[in-house]
């Protein structure tokens, strides 16, 4: 089963690919269209760029990945490394790697000679339904996760299902995570088909994860092509792709990205302190509330943290980047497939949560 999604912005355009075994191809594909290349690989995924014949003839930068690569001292040390190879501004950048190395070659090929061209293969789950779709991309600094990026689009995108067998089970639920967000958020009947399919994908079921990779960009996109740079205060806003993320950065933070939590898992309790918070103020039915929490649980996906009310993680989200005039901008649930934005909520009132 292979799917094509087509994005068009303001300014931009160009098309996801999903087609299982197609990486090598790809690769082919984009050294022969491309004036000047520069691989930036994840060591994790290597062999898979080492099953081309001439990989040793090509420019290729190789990179211990986690979310602690996103600062500013690997930019920099990176982009010399990409202009000493002498780039052009036709150059291209292809990013071979999960969603911390999409996150920062996006910065990178954002503002080297002013933007040059980038090509995204995501190799995880949470790369391919998430961070390789709409532009954004960041670096981290001290104060919280991702504050300092830009909205760049890439030239495509190639989604390739079948590396993602080499993913252990946490990676797997980590990229889930992000999925049934979507449906949560956005479509009442993908949450429930996700009910029903979840162990499928859990198994790679090539078909039934194909979908549910096609379903989510389809999601993601809508949100995308109404509010590209996440301009909009209305049901329409791409804030409410971060659905989750307000607490859910916030607990990565405090943790400082040592891996206690991969971002799915800090996410995972984030969106159901969200929707417990939703219930309190009266949004969302028990029902849903409780709908969400056992399909999060019968999946094996956290749904709290011995430390989520510490205060620092409130300091955190106080320096939140989605805040605006002062005010913190939550996104809340008024039933399964109805997320809205709302910046009226007082954070002492999410120590008044139960999950």
């Known amino acids: 089963m ?30 022969y269209k491309n004036n ?7 060591k994790k995924v290597f062999y898979i760029f080492k099953k081309l014949n001439n990989y040793k003839n090509q420019n290729y930068i190789t990179i211990n990945c986690s979310e602690k690569i996103k600062n500013f001292n690997n930019y920099a040390n990176l982009s010399e490394k990409i202009i000493k190879i002498g780039i052009e501004r036709n150059s291209t950048i292809v990013a071979i790697g999960g969603g911390t190395l999409g996150d920062l070659s996006g910065f990178i ?6 933007g040059i061209n980038l090509i995204l293969i995501p190799t995880t789950l949470l790369s391919q339904v998430d961070s390789s779709v ?3 991309n960041g670096i981290n600094t001290k104060s919280g996760k991702n504050l300092v990026g830009t909205f760049y689009q890439p030239k ?28 949560i958020i956005n479509d009442k009947k993908f949450f429930y088909w996700l009910n ?6 859990f198994k790679l079921d090539n078909n039934i994860l194909t979908q549910a990779i096609y379903k989510s960009i389809l999601i993601k996109r809508k949100y995308v092509l109404k509010d590209e740079k996440e ?3 209305n049901s329409h806003s791409r804030a409410i792709l971060n659905f989750g993320h307000t607490f859910g950065h916030a607990l990565e933070t405090f943790y400082k990205f040592n891996q206690k939590f991969t971002h799915g898992e800090a996410i995972s309790i984030g969106m159901i302190i969200a929707a417990s918070f939703s219930h309190n103020l009266g949004y969302l039915s028990l029902k849903d509330f409780e709908k969400i929490k056992i399909h999060f649980l019968s999946n094996n996906l956290p749904v709290q943290d011995e430390n989520m009310f510490n205060k620092k993680i409130f300091n955190i989200i106080d320096k939140d980047k989605k805040n605006l005039n002062g005010k913190i901008n939550f996104v809340l649930l ?8 709302s910046n009226k909520q007082n954070l002492k009132n999410l120590k008044k949560i139960s999950i």
């Open 134 to 136: 709409g532009g954004k």
């Open 36 to 42: 000047k290349v520069v691989f930036l690989i994840d």
């Open 109 to 114: 090929a954002s503002t080297l000679l002013r």
């Open 156 to 183: 495509s995108v190639i989604i390739d299902p079948s590396i993602l067998s080499t993913l252990s089970k946490r990676e797997l639920l980590s990229g889930y995570a992000e999925i049934i967000k979507h449906g």
């Open 334 to 341: 008024k039933g399964i497939g109805n997320a809205f934005l």
């Open 196 to 201: 029903n399919n979840s162990k499928k994908i």
């Open 2 to 31: 292979n799917k094509k999604i087509n994005i068009k912005t303001k300014n931009d355009s160009y098309s996801i690919n999903i087609e299982k075994n197609s990486i090598i191809k790809n690769i082919k594909k984009i050294i």
């Open 231 to 233: 301009k909009l205060k």
